[in-house]
């Protein structure tokens, strides 16, 4: 005998735990605080490049980082950012492996003095995702893939509308992920209208068809 129970639509899987991505390695950073506005209002993705030292990948530095456990004197270039702190939501590494550091209803550190869509301090309302990469070269294959399905996942939870570079929310001081990334691969694989992309980066109506 079937119950009312029984024929009853089933729940639509959920990616999320709270703010936190099922499938991100979760680390948690202590370089965060909590948004001047509700997670509601959370509607701008921001993407940017970054390794350390620069060019060199893989080595879990982003990670330290992130998390204030980076060894200052392991490198000369770390005594430039000497006791810097700040972080992201996510990052995916060249392998394409997503990392988590904040919960996404949480304000991350990612953006700086920065000013998009007629509203400043972006990081109030945004989510930062970090390239492993390096400013002006390419990224890789699977660096797409998962950066197109975890916005997919982000647009399901929270209303993204816009989504731009660290270059085109900081322009003169910030420079990434720069000329080496491809805006009509990610438009392409996310099929979202150019409207949402920054000016210059769209692809137009018939290469989408």
Not at 102 to 117: E, I, K, L, P, T
Not at 160 to 189: M, N, T, V
Request: net charge negative.
């Amino acid at each position: 005998m079937t119950t009312r129970a029984d024929s009853a639509p089933a729940a639509a899987p959920t990616h999320w735990d709270g703010g936190w991505h099922l499938a991100a390695q979760r680390l948690a950073s202590p370089n965060f605080g909590p948004r001047p506005v509700q997670a509601s209002g959370v509607d701008l993705i921001v993407v940017h490049s970054i390794s350390l030292p620069p060019g060199e990948y893989g080595g879990g530095t982003v990670q330290q980082l992130f998390t204030n456990t980076l060894d200052w004197d392991a490198h000369p270039y770390y005594q430039g950012i000497r006791g810097l702190q700040v972080s992201a939501h996510f990052f995916i590494e060249r392998t394409g492996a997503l990392w988590q550091f904040v919960d996404c209803d949480q304000r991350a550190w990612h953006a700086g003095q920065s000013f998009y869509r007629g509203r400043s301090q972006c990081n109030d309302d945004s989510i930062g995702i970090e390239l492993e990469g390096l400013e002006g070269l390419t990224f890789e294959s699977a660096q797409y893939e998962t950066l197109a399905w975890v916005c997919q996942d982000i647009a399901q939870r929270y209303p993204i509308e816009h989504i731009a570079g660290h270059e085109h929310i900081a322009p003169g001081r910030k420079l990434d992920p720069g000329p080496g990334f491809d805006w009509s691969r990610l438009q392409q694989a996310l099929g979202w209208p150019a409207q949402r992309f920054p000016q210059g980066t769209q692809t137009g109506p018939q290469q989408l068809r």
